[in-house]
Every structure is written in structure tokens, then in C-alpha cells.
């Protein structure tokens, strides 16, 4: 039986590697919409937890197989947690305990969505875009914030027909990297379950961080990415994208090590995620390598890029009353 193999981005979209856009933490119907509806987005990024979801009126149906698909696997769901009217579902949100956006809706509306733009008289795929106000099929993203999400949330992947998801990517902070708490996740396990279950997704597996102080102020280090090699050894991964802090890059430490990543199968790729300022922008833009590069950055602005600073120069040793008035203004989630 042959390799299966996750759809190739570039190919899918018709653009290379670092003008691939990504919608941003769609964990809302409001937000899923926006991003539907964008012309310009590619990849729809959105955080997957248990949590309560709580649904609101929303014109338009969804594919009729597709709900019955999805219905059947919540019921699953619902059953094995022994689940009362409050039962937890699987929902989309980064911090929040509730949602009016459940995985199985986010997935479906996905699902209808490249299907209508693939339907007869739709937009020929095939044929360079004249116009980007056309309408484009998405991919998705799943960025898994919870361990108790992950079953559920891939036996609902699996209950939709092969390909009409467009590209999937998997992604969850496995191991500890620079500054960063140990994971919720078992590395193993993730990456056992995820291959198994979606092997036409693409793995993307990555490090928590965290605010950095002195001593991680050089980024990534060997022991880091020899962590992650053993892992993808493990399970003789070739299709995989390592999502790594922008910030924590550049060094020419990190990078030396990151590059090893890149070195160890041409198949594996780097994400770089969080703020960049203009030095970090150019250097990826302008990388000889940056056609292994997917390039999910944020343009950072003077008042934030001052906060960053003090956070990598001075890390724990600022007063928690300071943090406390500077995530008022900046929360955490959208400065690092």
C-alpha cells in the first residue's frame, strides 16, 4: 500500500510556501464566516478544546451527508463521556470554556464551502486567478489546545470524505522549548493517534514558549531539535512542518540548529509564527532557504515591539503588577 501522502499546499493554492495567508484564531461563526468569505485567506487557523458550545442562529445549511456524518461521531463523543444536557464538546477557542462554534460546525461549513466553489460553474481551479475577489477553496489548520480533544476531534476529521477538507494540518506544542512549560500533550501519543487516524493531514508539531528571559534569550538549542528528531525518527515522519516563534529564530545559535530540522528530510518544512519586527521580516523574506518557509507572522507595532523587549531583556523579573497593566493593553495571546 503507497504512502499517503497530505496535499501539498503550493500546488493546492498556487503559491509558494511564504505567501501562503492564514486566517487567525477562528474560533467563532462570526469569525469562520469572515474567513469563508475572504478572497485573500488560504488557510483557516483555528484552536480546538473540550469546552461548553454554545450555538447560535446562523442563516444558511450545511451539507445533509456531512451533518449526518458529524452528528453520528458526537453522539459517539457524547456517549463515551457519559454526557448530560452539560456534557463537554469539542469546540473552538484558545482560552475561553465555551463557544458558539463546535468542531463538528466549523468542519462541515468548511466542507460545504469547497464544495460550492468546486461546484459546476464555479471558478476553474486550474486556470491562473484573474480577478482575487474570486472565490477560493480553504484549508484548515487545527491547533490542538487540549489532550482531551484530540480523539474525539479526529474521528470527526475522519467521518468527512477525503480531500474535501482541502489541505489539513494538525498542530499541537508536544515538547518544552525555549522559556516554555513542559506540554500537556504526550508526544508519542499525538503523533500516533494523528498518524493513524488522518495520515493524509499533515503533522505539525512543535515546542511551547514562553516570555524570554535572559537565559533563553538564544532561542532554540541543539537539545531541542535533537528531542524533536527522535521523535519524528520514532515514527518515520516525512511529511512534516515544525512551527517555531519568529522571535527565537534568527539567532545565529538558534538557527544553526533550527537549519538541522530542514537538513534531516527535504519533505520537512518550518512555520514561523508570532510578531516580527522589520529585521526578523527581512530575514525570512530574503532567507536562501525560504521556500521551505511558511510564513504565519504579524507586523508588530512600536508600542508592542517596546513591550517585547522588556520581556526578552528582563523576562521573570518583571513585577507581576506590571505585567498585569501591560497584558491590559496587550494580552499575552496577541503580543507573543
Known sequence: MGESRPINLCEYFGRARPDIVWGHAVNSQAELDLSLGS??????????????????????????????????????LLSDQGA??????????HDLASSDLALSDFLAA????????????????????????QPRPKGIKLDFKDPRAVSP??????????????????????LAGPGGHASPFAARDFVRD?????????LSIGWTTGFA??????????????????????FSLRHVTFPVRASMCTGAAAWRELARLLCHRHSFTLTFWGFANGHIDEWLRNHEL?????????????AQSTVWHLFRLFGANVPFSARRRLFFFFPAKTLF
Open 39 to 76: 478572497a485573500e485567506v488560504h488557510m483557516i487557523e483555528a484552536d480546538v478544546k473540550v469546552g461548553r458550545h454554545v450555538p447560535r442562529p446562523r442563516a444558511g445549511a450545511d451539507s445533509a451527508d456531512d451533518r449526518t456524518a458529524v452528528a453520528a461521531a458526537e453522539r459517539e
Open 84 to 93: 448530560g444536557s452539560d456534557a463537554a464538546r469539542v469546540i473552538m477557542a
Open 110 to 133: 468548511v466542507a460545504a464551502h469547497n464544495s460550492r466553489v468546486r461546484a459546476p460553474g464555479g471558478p476553474d481551479l486550474a486556470k491562473p486567478r484573474d480577478s482575487e475577489s
Open 153 to 174: 476531534a479526529l474521528r470527526l476529521l475522519a467521518a468527512f470524505e477525503q480531500g474535501s477538507l482541502g489541505p489539513v494540518w494538525l498542530n499541537a506544542d508536544v
Open 194 to 202: 494523528c498518524s493513524a487516524l488522518m495520515p493524509g493531514a499533515e
Open 213 to 234: 528571559p535572559v537565559e533563553h534569550a538564544a532561542g532554540y538549542t541543539a537539545r531541542h531539535v535533537d528531542e524533536m528528531l527522535a521523535l519524528c525518527d520514532e
Open 290 to 302: 525560504r521556500d521551505r518557509f511558511y510564513v504565519d507572522t504579524k507586523e508588530m507595532a512600536a
